[in-house]
């Protein structure tokens, strides 16, 4: 039997992605994001940009706007073969994360969102200090992480994981969840051990779901239920080393 974590086996993801076609940005989209990322990355200094665990995100195409040189890997072959037959300006590429062919320092930043939480969302965490790892190797300038992980948490966790690939300053931003994602986290809050795509197919419970997306957009208070975290986090290495 494959004791290997679920969300790193590739069979998992091709499942996922031929169930769910739809366009997926976990936790914030670019309209999220651009405000904390744009005064940080800049494609006339640092144009190159790896995207590890891709996914069927918009980031990707939203950063080629921008004027960088996306690179894009991710496990399953299912969602790069439909994502990487449209006509994009980006390359997309079969790739397990945790142990890429690229050489050293070859990006000048390297970018995840969501892949280190999914790999470590388990008991097996050693996946996702290798993600990490990995990402510091290929590496010239600059680490970028969105995760859900607090500081307090996380910022151990990859501080660790990065010192075997070099030396790194660190900075931590908030960034507002998209309301998408806010929509989700409430339907697990409601309804706890329930499955979310189960939730949103009743009718029922959605109506409640969105009820209480609506309150929180405009701001009024849940007493029952509330949103567990409306917002996500951006961690930014730079190695220490680096030209620029």
Same mark, same amino acid.
């Given at each position: 039997?494959?004791?290997?974590? @679920?969300?790193?086996?590739?069979?998992?993801?091709? #499942? +996922?992605?031929?169930?769910?076609?739809?366009? $997926?940005?976990?936790?914030?989209?670019?309209?999220?994001? @651009?405000?904390?990322?744009?005064?940080?990355?800049?494609?006339? %200094? *640092?144009?190159? &940009?790896?995207?590890?665990?891709?996914?069927?995100?918009?980031?990707?195409?939203? &950063?080629?706007?921008?004027?960088?040189?996306? %690179?894009?890997?991710?496990?399953?072959?299912?969602?790069?073969?439909?994502?990487?037959?449209?006509?994009?300006? $980006?390359?997309?590429?079969?790739?397990?994360?945790?142990?890429?062919?690229? @050489? #050293?320092?070859?990006?000048?930043?390297?970018? #995840?969102?969501?892949?280190?939480?999914?790999?470590?969302?388990?008991?097996?965490?050693?996946?996702?200090?290798?993600?990490?790892?990995?990402?510091?190797?290929?590496?010239?300038?600059?680490?970028?992480?969105? %995760?859900?992980?607090?500081?307090?948490? +996380?910022?151990?966790?990859?501080?660790?994981?990065? &010192?075997?690939?070099?030396?790194?300053? $660190? $900075?931590? +931003?908030?960034?507002?969840?998209?309301?998408?994602?806010?929509?989700?986290?409430?339907?697990?809050?409601?309804?706890?051990?329930?499955?979310?795509?189960?939730?949103?197919?009743?009718?029922? @419970?959605?109506?409640?779901?969105?009820?209480? &997306?609506?309150?929180?957009? +405009?701001?009024?208070?849940?007493?029952?239920?509330?949103?567990?975290?409306?917002?996500?986090?951006?961690?930014?290495?730079?190695? *220490?080393?680096?030209?620029?």
């Amino acid at each position: 039997m494959d004791s290997t974590p @679920k969300y790193a086996q590739q069979s998992f993801w091709n #499942d +996922r992605y031929r169930a769910h076609s739809k366009p $997926e940005d976990w936790y914030a989209t670019w309209n999220e994001l @651009k405000s904390v990322l744009s005064p940080l990355l800049s494609p006339s %200094t *640092l144009p190159s &940009l790896l995207m590890v665990g891709c996914g069927n995100s918009h980031l990707s195409q939203a &950063l080629a706007s921008q004027g960088f040189h996306v %690179t894009n890997v991710d496990i399953s072959q299912v969602v790069i073969e439909k994502i990487g037959g449209e006509e994009r300006s $980006e390359e997309y590429l079969v790739m397990d994360a945790t142990n890429m062919p690229f @050489k #050293d320092r070859c990006f000048d930043i390297v970018m #995840d969102k969501g892949t280190f939480d999914a790999l470590t969302s388990g008991s097996n965490t050693g996946s996702g200090a290798d993600l990490v790892r990995e990402m510091g190797r290929v590496a010239s300038n600059l680490v970028v992480f969105v %995760t859900f992980g607090r500081p307090e948490v +996380r910022s151990n966790e990859l501080k660790s994981a990065l &010192l075997a690939v070099g030396e790194w300053t $660190e $900075e931590v +931003r908030q960034c507002a969840l998209s309301p998408s994602a806010q929509l989700a986290n409430i339907a697990r809050s409601k309804f706890p051990g329930e499955g979310l795509s189960a939730v949103l197919k009743s009718q029922t @419970k959605l109506q409640l779901v969105l009820l209480e &997306l609506v309150k929180h957009l +405009r701001g009024q208070p849940s007493h029952e239920n509330p949103l567990r975290q409306d917002h996500c986090w951006v961690y930014l290495y730079r190695r *220490l080393n680096s030209s620029a």
